[in-house]
């Protein structure tokens, strides 16, 4: 396999994934793990495990693409700290018990949940206009506000996305601006990332698995995360800025689109 060719592949999945994040505040996870996946399946790197690399490798890239997106909106005045110091006890517990799970799923499992989470994140994007019509007077609070920061971690970890989709959905049903909701979720995924990030190593280390990429600490492929990341930083405050000054709901429903053809790619293979 011509190595320039994947390493192309690599580059061109951290600029998608760089741009995504600053955009729609997703993190790239939706981006990086089917690239990933693709990727080294092209390059004769397909054993059972594979998925788990991709998505223990998706979270590391999010630790940059997120601090890089997040750094922008903060100097646009767009990220909303006082959300992220109030839900970090909830959404950093919530990813160490994602982490978790996946030591106790096998390939093929973690490979439906993770078709079916696409699926589903997918309605959000296809239909932005869905949630305009629906609002509350305040961000949520106490035991809902706890019980939501767990699921985001621990679904997001499990995705190896940043948390972005229902951070967005939360803020901006409660009255946030889309702008500000943006640059927050960008905030919560290097929250999500860099635990994330740990947990996949640790536990990879402590497993084995045959056929990995070269460079593959834990679950974590160091090559590609370097390529990968070096894009990103690039790409991800062009998506900041472009979050301010385009319309994205033509834009949100292509990428709706998108994930919806992901989940059903990795459906087929799995089932």
Request: glycine content about 14%.
């Amino acid at each position: 396999m011509d190595l320039a060719f994947l390493f192309g592949m690599l580059l061109l999945t951290g600029a998608l994934g760089g741009l995504s994040s600053g955009l729609f505040g997703v993190g790239g996870g939706f981006v990086v793990v089917p690239s990933l996946l693709y990727v080294f399946h092209t390059a004769g790197y397909d054993s059972e495990g594979i998925i788990f690399i991709a998505i223990g490798t998706s979270l590391a890239t999010i630790i940059v693409a997120s601090t890089r997106a997040a750094l922008a909106h903060r100097r646009l005045g767009s990220l909303n700290t006082d959300f992220l110091r109030s839900w970090l006890p909830w959404l950093a517990i919530g990813t160490v018990l994602g982490v978790s799970l996946t030591s106790v799923v096998s390939s093929d499992e973690l490979k439906l949940i993770f078709a079916v989470g696409v699926a589903i994140y997918s309605i959000f994007f296809l239909f932005p206009r869905m949630f305009e019509n629906i609002g509350f007077d305040h961000l949520p609070t106490g035991i809902l506000r706890a019980s939501l920061g767990l699921v985001i971690g621990g679904v997001s970890a499990l995705l190896g996305i940043g948390g972005g989709t229902p951070i967005v959905i939360t803020m901006t049903l409660c009255g946030r601006s889309i702008v500000e909701s943006v640059g927050t979720a960008a905030g919560v995924g290097c929250i999500i990332g860099v635990l994330g990030a740990i947990g996949f190593m640790i536990i990879g280390i402590s497993q084995t698995i045959t056929g990995a990429p070269p460079g593959t600490v834990g679950f974590i492929n160091v090559p590609a995360l370097l390529a990968i990341s070096a894009v990103s930083v690039i790409t991800a405050p062009a998506g900041a800025k472009l979050a301010h000054r385009l319309d994205t709901d033509r834009l949100k429903q292509c990428f709706g689109f998108y994930l919806i053809a992901v989940a059903t790619i990795i459906l087929r293979q799995t089932l």
